[in-house]
């Protein structure tokens, strides 16, 4: 058991933080929150040199090969940060589909560019009438003769605006017939289709979002494409999206833990600094115990994202479940620091004088995204009274053969 | 950064279980199962405790010459977990955890040898005569008196919330022997034998309807001053070195998922019952479930980046805060299943007519005590004070 990261996670951490600090300031974070699609190709391009957008990605295609635990000590320092760039709406979800869900040549075709800057991929999978990231589209996708058609609406596919690629994903005409059930119970497949945005039928409307980035309601109007289009083989597409939703859940669930480690700590240095009654307000009991509160709600927040990300790289099976643990955890400690932070900030934390409510937004777009916080709990709540798998340590690997026995109270 | 475990503590987890396996007795472990109290009675962690020291498992912490096992801190972590996870009840701290490394720091050899070895066969049971009815979480404005008389000190006055005095046979305590200076310079450590002429035990009730504390006064008792530990006036620093052992050395995370696993078992013999869960309680579930993880991952870090025998220092405040909440929440949730059925009061004749009408049971009075871990061993606004000053700064 190793409890600490290694030299090269540490190295991806450290260089990460000291680009941010020296290139990534205050003024190049405006021009990212003006640029029309809240990303900066000067600085898109550094992000490839600095080898990031190949980080998660296979190293057949040129990419790192990396883990969840080193993507997550990028992201934590691109929460610090608050950057705007969609690194993972392109990255995470969409490179990562390709790279999982796509046909060899599809792979060759496309994630080279991506990782090498020259192209970016953005996923448009949510739409205004669902909730749930993992129910049934709406929007359809039609066999047609020489390919397919595809009709339906998408909402805040973050990163498409100035996208090169548009991955949309539709329920296959046909494939919940019979099904008469609630709608978990819906029997459904999805496909996953990769589209260039100037299309016929396709339009594509751009607008910023909460956290300074950009996103793009999309409209499919009858648009019709060629087999080729079809992002991997002609079968049921939804465990592979589970798979890469679960786990850039996670890594957006270290983001958060990095924007709410910076607002705890500009939290700290405003109240030691401000003084109020004629002393810092940090002298105040009931401002020191807050703090505190947001220490350990940071503590736990990050414990979370290790436990998951570590998880994740010793095999866990079930994905989904363990992201709605981390989001669960994390979506509750961020909107506690946010408002603790804001709040203990008084009038300034609510003004654009301090980067403080730049952070509450960021951490409030993050509650925003993927299902709700509660959602979260309950899907998580559900899973573990389902499996029963909370009743070992959740940490400690599982035993096998007669261990796993043993797991099944042998002294009762 | 990895998950993985070494061959040697995969060998190790084997070893423990197998010894589980054979020396965890049923009877032990439904005595456990059903115990609300903060411990066990003494004759249910009695047999355990022995069988631990035949085992030579008692004292982990301990060196090695007095029994202690040398276990890193992940050992220690997989050895807490899969007790609790079989059931097995907890040992009584007092003596093993507490006196027991104070003696093995201050302590003279001749206390070392007289009372080291009645720790570790059980043959002493000790209790902590620490708070006082003027002396909570401002402890060192303890008031119990003792003048030196010859070879002996006589004390008067009195002790509260003394967990398990009416089991105890042993008291370790704190008292006043100068009224000079700060008061932290005029407290002694001493032993105090229960049994001394002048020391009456009064029963507390408390909250869950369990009886676990007393309060203990002294008429006139004579202790030897060789009980004396470390040298007088100094008994603060015993204090606050038990302390440290008190809120660092504990492992939390595995005992509270064996009372999220009764938790567990309360809601599916509901189930059973035709009750099922609804959204709001697998939402709470949940919740709960994923603190836990999260607690578990901060609290074996925390653990694992400790040399063998060095304390967590600090970050325990965190780690006790969070433990004695996460406590509350694993209990609170248990009553929010329980939901009309935790009106039922000590219903014993109820209680007796299954396994799971006996569990169901334990579940509102077990939440009720657990408000007691955000105020004992360092009350949850003492820890958050600590926390702002070591981990934040202000």
């Known amino acids: ?189 999805h496909r996953l289709f990769v589209l260039h945005p100037a299309l016929p039928g396709l339009s594509v409307h751009a607008c910023a979002t909460a956290d300074g980035g950009r996103a793009a309601d999309l409209v499919l109007d009858k648009v019709r494409v060629g087999p080729e289009a079809l992002l991997g083989e002609d079968v049921d597409a939804r465990a592979a999206l589970a798979a890469v939703q679960a786990e850039a859940v996670v890594a957006q669930c270290w983001e958060a833990v990095g924007a709410m480690q910076a607002a705890f700590e500009q939290t700290a240095d405003y109240v030691r600094q401000r003084q109020q009654f004629g002393q810092p307000l940090s002298k105040f009991q009931v401002v020191a115990h807050r703090l505190a509160e947001m220490a350990v709600q940071c503590e736990e927040a990050l414990a979370a994202c290790k436990l998951a990300a570590l998880r994740i790289e010793r095999g866990e099976p079930e994905l989904p479940t363990l992201a709605s643990m981390t989001r669960s955890k994390v979506g509750r400690a961020a909107n506690f620091v946010g408002k603790e932070a804001v709040q203990l900030h008084g009038a300034m934390g609510v003004s654009e004088e301090l980067a403080i409510a730049s952070t509450f937004r960021k951490l409030q777009a993050f509650a925003q995204l993927g299902g709700s916080t509660a959602s979260h709990s309950r899907a998580f709540g559900r899973s573990m009274l389902a499996s029963g798998a909370w009743r070992a340590s959740r940490t400690l690997p599982p035993g096998t053969g007669s261990d796993a026995a043993h797991k099944q109270e042998p002294y009762a | 950064m990895n998950l993985l475990l070494e061959p040697t503590d995969a060998a190790f987890r084997e070893e423990v279980r197998a010894f589980l396996r054979e020396q965890l007795k049923p009877e032990v472990v439904r005595g456990q199962r059903l115990t609300t109290a903060m411990y066990p009675e003494p004759e249910i962690s009695g047999p355990w405790q022995r069988a631990l020291q035949a085992r030579g498992w008692l004292v982990p912490l301990w060196p090695a010459e007095w029994g202690g096992t040398g276990w890193t801190p992940v050992q220690r972590f997989i050895f807490e977990t899969e007790c609790a996870l079989a059931g097995a009840p907890l040992v009584h701290p007092m003596g093993v955890r507490l006196v027991g490394p104070v003696l093995l720091k201050f302590g003279t050899d001749e206390q070392k040898r007289h009372y080291l070895p009645r720790i570790l066969s059980g043959e002493d049971y000790w209790c902590q005569g620490f708070s006082e009815p003027g002396a909570g979480s401002d402890l060192a404005s303890l008031k119990l008196r003792a003048v030196p008389s010859g070879d002996d000190y006589v004390l008067n006055g009195s002790k509260i919330w003394t967990t398990h005095a009416h089991h105890a046979n042993r008291m370790f305590a704190l008292v006043r022997t100068s009224t000079e200076g700060r008061k932290q310079e005029g407290i002694s450590f001493l032993l105090i034998d229960m049994e001394s002429p002048g020391i009456t035990v009064r029963p507390i009730a408390t909250i869950g309807g369990d009886h676990d504390v007393n309060e203990v006064f002294f008429d006139n008792v004579r202790v030897p001053r060789a009980n004396l530990v470390g040298e007088e006036n100094r008994g603060w620093d015993c204090a606050k070195y038990l302390l440290e052992f008190e809120r660092g050395a504990g492992i939390f995370s595995p005992r509270l998922r064996s009372q999220l696993k009764r938790v567990g078992d309360a809601i599916e013999a509901l189930r059973a019952r035709g009750l099922h869960p609804d959204a709001a309680l697998e939402t709470r579930f949940g919740e709960v479930a994923a603190d836990l993880d999260a607690f578990e991952m901060l609290e074996l870090e925390t653990l694992g980046r400790l040399q063998p025998g060095q304390n967590p220092g600090p970050v325990s405040s965190i780690l006790k805060l969070r433990a004695s909440r996460t406590k509350q929440a694993i209990g609170e949730l248990g009553v929010e299943a329980l939901g009309l059925e935790g009106l039922r009061w000590q219903d014993a004749a109820r209680a007796a007519e299954s396994d799971d009408d006996a569990l169901l049971a334990t579940v509102m009075p077990e939440y009720l005590n657990s408000r007691a871990f955000t105020i004992f061993g360092g009350a949850a606004e003492v820890q958050l004070g600590i926390i702002a000053k070591t981990t934040v700064g202000v």
């Open chain 1, 1 to 189: 058991m190793m409890l600490f990261p290694n030299e090269q996670q540490q190295l991806i951490e450290s260089s990460a933080l000291t680009w941010l600090r020296k290139e990534y300031g205050f003024e190049q974070r405006v021009r990212s929150v003006q640029d029309p699609h809240g990303c900066v190709p000067r600085v898109w391009e550094q992000f490839a040199e600095m080898g990031w957008l190949g980080l998660p990605l296979p190293e057949a295609a040129g990419g790192f090969g990396a883990g969840p635990l080193a993507t997550g000590l990028l992201m934590r320092a691109f929460g610090r940060h608050l950057v705007v760039e969609p690194f993972a709406a392109c990255i995470l979800y969409a490179a990562r589909l390709i790279a999982d869900a796509g046909r060899p040549d599809q792979c060759e075709e496309w994630l080279p560019g991506i990782i090498e800057g020259r192209m970016r991929a953005a996923l448009a999978h949510d739409e205004a009438a669902v909730r749930d990231p993992h129910e049934a589209r709406a929007t359809r996708a039609r066999r047609i003769a020489g390919g397919w058609e595809l009709e339906g609406r998408k909402v805040l596919a973050v990163g498409a605006p100035g996208a090169e690629l548009l991955i949309v994903s539709a329920s296959l005409e046909g494939s919940e017939e019979g099904s008469q059930c609630g709608r978990e119970q819906l029997s459904f497949e």
